[in-house]
C-alpha cells in the first residue's frame, strides 16, 4: 500500500515551461526508465535488499533544520522514523500510521515515506499502480543540457494520492535521474477548495554508491526561483533486517487519522 508520501507543504505558486512537442509514448517511457534503472544499479539489487534505511538532514532558508533516520521494510514497506535529538517518533504498520510524542506540524501519515519517495524514484517507477508517459526532451532549470521528461502517474484509488504525479528529469547521456517536477494532492495540508500545490522542483546535486546502488546524498526544493529546502542523506543501508517490533503501537502512541473521511 502506498500511504501519504512524496512532498513537503509547497504552496507559493511556481511555474515550469512546458516540455517538448515530441509524441508521448509509452514505449519511449519504458526504454528511458529502464536504462535508468540499470544507470542507478539495477532493479534487482533493490527490490531484494531486506530494508531501505538512512539519515536526512532537513534544512530551511532559516536555517532551522531537522534530523531524521528512517526505515523502510521492502515489499510490504512498514516504516520507522525517528527525529534525532527528540523523542519523536512514527511508524507505518501496514494498516495505520501511529505516532508518539509528535510536534511536528504535518501529519505524520504524510511524513511516513516522504523521503522514501523522493530517494527511490528510479526504482518506485515499476510500482503495478504507475504509468509512465514520455514527454520528450528539454533543458530544465539551472542548465541549458536537454534531459528526458517522464511523467510518473498512478492509478485511481493507488494510497492516499492518487493525483500526486512527477516528471522525472532523466539525463539524455548517462540516464541518471537528475530531478524531477511534483505536486502534493494529500487533501489534509491543503487549504480548502484547493486540489493541489504548484508544481514544484527537486534538483539532485550529488550521489554516492552503496552496495552497487546509485542513490543521491544532496537535494534542494524550488518553490518557483526560491529555495524552499535542502536535504542532506547519509548512513544509507540496504542490508538491515526489519525489526517487525519496531512498528508495534506502544500505549502512549496516537494513531494519525488525518484522511479519515477524505
Not at 164 to 192: F, R
Amino acid at each position: 500500500m502506498r500511504i501519504a508520501t512524496r512532498a513537503l507543504v509547497l504552496l507559493l505558486v511556481a511555474s515550469l515551461a512546458g516540455v517538448t512537442t515530441e509524441p508521448a509514448r509509452a514505449d519511449d517511457a519504458k526504454d528511458v526508465v529502464d536504462q535508468m534503472i540499470k544507470a542507478h544499479g539495477g532493479l534487482k539489487a533493490w527490490s531484494t535488499a531486506p530494508t531501505v534505511a538512512f539519515t536526512d538532514t532537513w534544512t530551511m532558508p532559516d536555517g532551522a533544520q531537522r534530523t531524521s533516520k528512517v526505515i523502510i521494510e521492502q515489499g510490504r514497506r512498514r516504516s520507522t522514523l525517528e527525529v534525532v535529538g527528540s523523542s519523536a517518533r512514527l511508524a507505518w504498520d501496514g494498516e495505520k500510521v501511529w505516532s508518539s510524542d509528535w510536534s511536528l506540524q504535518t501529519p505524520p501519515r504524510f511524513m511516513a515515506q516522504l523521503n522514501y519517495y523522493f530517494l527511490n524514484l528510479p526504482w518506485l517507477t515499476q510500482d503495478a499502480a504507475v504509468h509512465l508517459q514520455h514527454e520528450g526532451t528539454e533543458p530544465v532549470r539551472g542548465s541549458d543540457k536537454d534531459y528526458h521528461h517522464v511523467r510518473m502517474t498512478f492509478a485511481p484509488g493507488a494510497g492516499d494520492t492518487p493525483d500526486d504525479y512527477y516528471v522525472l528529469y532523466i539525463d539524455t547521456e548517462s540516464y541518471q535521474l537528475h530531478g524531477c517536477e511534483y505536486v502534493v494532492t494529500y487533501k489534509p495540508i491543503l487549504p480548502e477548495g484547493i486540489d493541489s500545490t504548484p508544481p514544484n522542483h527537486l534538483i539532485f546535486e550529488s550521489f554516492e554508491t552503496v552496495d552497487g546502488l546509485v542513490v543521491p546524498t544532496a537535494f534542494t526544493i524550488y518553490n518557483g526561483d526560491d529555495v524552499y529546502a535542502k536535504c542532506d542523506v547519509t548512513d544509507w543501508d540496504f542490508e538491515l533486517a526489519f525489526d517487525a517490533s519496531s512498528v508495534e503501537m506502544p500505549e502512549d502512541a496516537v494513531v494519525d487519522t488525518s484522511m479519515d473521511g477524505q
